[in-house]
């Protein structure tokens, strides 16, 4: 029997705001030390009153409107009940019945084809504390107790890891996007429960569902995914039957394992914040909202294929992070003015070539990278302008990065400029069949491939500095001349 997966994903994403969600203390904790970012607010101390972080509310709208979710005109909080020592009230303010935003969707690319992924609810709540275990003790952090927290919680439209990585990467970029979360998961940012169940093929109803937790990177989601819907399909051939539970994943040991039973809505005894009145969401306030949006990744993409005739692909690679767009535009707009006119495909190829593979080989996003789009116009003007040929560019984008001189003066200092002289590279040509005879018979037996590698024997000679369309030319012209001869 074949056995399909069933996944719905529930993903954690702080928010970037100044002050936590109900109280003034500074959201930005990640480096202070332990429980110094707190008040009474935040630590549930009796007494204290919270009050709702307005600029929360609207990143969360935000959210919703670019994840095509209504919005609902009346909202309301509710506490949210469970003891945990990283939960100082004993309950978490969150939202239930009514969440702010809801009834979205996120389209994301499978194999070039679009496929829809339903978003059931994007709600607002307050972060807990965390937990600390060193040397068989377990140690509290409250500082990121009460920071702004939404959920998206997708419909289990998802039947793939691979499906499920494709979305929380469409996810993460559209919020970096809205600039309302960083949605760095090794910090914490965006954090991801996962429900899997698995059926028979053509089976209606879904499987037994088990809640998946402890994953800190996309891989880890993907690995997870694989590993649990193994794990279910196995249990069931052997005739077993799939508990509904929680599980962790274990990174180091490539597993999930059984943490508790998996809690229903009313083990959370759920009831109206009585501190909190509820909050009407005015159209006008919507509608400004909307008009503040950014151009999204999906509309960037349309707008560069549309525009600059990028390929789908091109376009998809280039809009993934906002920060290689800009770049990628401030390149195309220079490039535009420069003489020669450098054309956006060319900056493309660029980019997504040579830039990418460097930010890989360095472990830097492109703002670490120190290169900047004008210094990438300026190579690519000096290659159009018969200054420099591609491979010598590419070694002074790499010497602009490590020096941070400018591409015109490593050229000259190095003395990289093309050599096109005709008659000075038929004398290294010449040179060059001379000490190759056996290659130069091959190719006039009808070899004709071999010129590529003797072209190459030039190129080293010159170090790389020879434009190749005449050592081409002057090859063909030398080895013809050798078989008439």
Known sequence: ?????????????????????????????????????????????????????????EYTIMTGLALNCQIAPVTKWDRKNYHYPDLPKDYQISQYDLPLTFAGHLTIDVEGRPKRIGIRRVHLEEDTGR??????????????????????????????????????QKLRTIVRYLGVSSGDMEAGALRVDANVSVRPVGQETFGTQVEVKNMNSFRSVKLALEYEIERQIGVLRAGGTVVRETRGWVESEGRTVSQRSKEEAHDYRYFPEPDLPPLEIMPAWVDALRRALPELPDEKAARYQREYGLSAYDAGLIV??????????A???????????????????????????LMR??????????????????????????????????????????SGKAPTQIVEERGLRQISDEAQLAQIVA??????????????????QVAKWLMGQ?????????????VMALLIQHLEARRSS
């Open 1 to 57: 029997m074949e056995y399909e997966a069933i996944i719905g994903l529930e993903v954690h994403v702080q928010l970037l705001t100044r002050s936590k969600m109900f109280c003034g203390c500074d959201a930005n904790y990640q480096d202070a030390p332990p429980n110094t970012h707190v008040c009474p607010v935040c630590l549930g101390l009796p007494g204290s009153l919270p009050v709702i972080n307005k600029r929360a509310v």
């Open 131 to 168: 937990l600390y275990h060193v040397d068989g003790r377990a140690l509290v952090d409250y500082n990121r107790s009460g920071v702004p927290l939404i959920e998206i919680v997708s419909e289990p439209d998802i039947r793939s890891p691979e499906e499920a990585r494709l979305y929380l």
């Open 320 to 329: 993934a992070d906002r920060l290689v767009a800009e770049w990628y535009e």
């Open 331 to 357: 390149a195309v707009a220079l490039g535009a003015k420069a003489q020669p006119p450098i054309s956006p495909k060319t900056v493309t190829n660029w980019l997504t070539g040579e830039v990418f593979r």
């Open 361 to 402: 080989e360095r472990g830097q996003d492109i703002q670490a990278l120190s290169l900047s789009p004008a210094a990438l116009v300026e190579v690519l003007g000096l290659v159009a302008n018969g200054t420099i040929n591609n491979n010598v560019a590419k070694h002074v984008v790499r010497d602009v990065i490590e």
């Open 431 to 448: 040179q060059v069949l001379d000490q190759h005879p056996d290659e130069v018979q091959a190719y006039l037996n009808g070899r004709e």
């Open 458 to 470: 030039v190129m080293r000679a010159t170090r790389s500095k020879a434009n190749p369309q005449v």
